[in-house]
Every structure is written in C-alpha cells, then in structure tokens.
Nanobody, 120 residues
Framework: VQLQASGGGLVQAGGSLRVSCAASGSIFAINTMAWYRQAPGKQRELVAAITSGGTTTYADSVKGRFTISRDNAKKRVFLQMNSLKPEDTAVYFC???????????????WGQGTLVTVSS
C-alpha cells in the first residue's frame, strides 16, 4: 500500500492551494483519512480528518479556512486550503487507516509529504 501526496507549492498569503493524496496497492477498505503537517522545528500535528462516512474534524487553527474531502471510489483525499497564512508553511502528510484484505488487520499508513510554503 502506498499513499502519494501531490499539489504542494509556493503561494502568497491570502491565496489558495489544494493538495491531494492517492492510495494505491492491495486495498480492501479505507477508514479514516487525514492530513497532518510538520513545520520546521515543530512536532507533526493533525490538520484535518475525514471518516469513510464523511464526518470531518479540523484543527482549531484551520477551521473555516481548510476543507477536507475524499473520493472513496478513487481512493483519494483532498485538502482545500484557503486564506493561507505564513504560519501554514509546513510539509503536509496524508495518513490513512487501511484494511488490505478481508482477513487483514487495520493498519495505519503515511504518505511521503508535500511542501506548502506561504510567503508574506
């Protein structure tokens, strides 16, 4: 199983960016999908999460600005980021709870990360 993140880049403060993550490999089911971020010198933190049923959770710092969504058929998760601030600069990682087969346990997987840089 692999998670491939894409869509990061450089954007000015106040701008928008969308990052996406695709899951591939032997996958029976995907439960919660999430985005985390890690800024230089800081710990990785949860940005947003979405269950297979569509229930979402957001960090207080991004509420009202970021929107997480998913396409279950295509095994993708997206993070639409609006009104970006310099403090949103970080490497963004996708994360997913995946069951590889009917008899396999639930495992947690990480993508490789995509860099988002917000200039002031």
């Amino acid at each position: 199983v692999q998670l491939q993140a894409s869509g990061g880049g450089l954007v000015q403060a106040g701008g928008s960016l969308r990052v996406s993550c695709a899951a591939s490999g032997s996958i029976f089911a995907i439960n919660t999908m999430a985005w985390y971020r890690q800024a230089p010198g800081k710990q990785r933190e949860l940005v947003a999460a979405i269950t297979s049923g569509g229930t979402t959770t957001y960090a207080d710092s991004v509420k009202g600005r970021f929107t997480i969504s998913r396409d279950n058929a295509k095994k993708r998760v997206f993070l639409q980021m609006n009104s970006l601030k310099p403090e949103d600069t970080a490497v963004y990682f996708c994360n997913a709870d995946i069951v590889r087969s009917l008899t396999a346990p639930l495992d947690n997987y990480w993508g490789q990360g995509t860099l988002v840089t917000v200039s002031s």
